[in-house]
């Protein structure tokens, strides 16, 4: 391999390597907000509820 290939992959991982700790230093700058909730899935608290549902019928029949 020439010797300008090899210089031309060492500069372009070191660029790469460079870059992306410079985006994480600019990222940490930002603060996420006090009351942040992430999104719900759609569906979830249905199934969350069935499954509730079966587990009280499962009780009273053991009774």
């Given at each position: 391999m020439s010797?300008?290939?090899v210089i031309g992959i060492?500069?372009?991982?070191?660029?790469i390597i460079i870059s992306n700790i410079m985006l994480l230093k600019y990222s940490a700058k930002f603060?996420?907000?006090?009351a942040y909730t992430p999104p719900e899935v759609p569906g979830k608290k249905q199934a969350?509820?069935?499954s509730g549902e079966e587990s009280e019928q499962k009780r009273s029949d053991q009774d």
């Open positions: 010797m300008w290939v060492i500069v372009g991982v070191l660029g603060k996420m907000p006090k969350e509820a069935e």
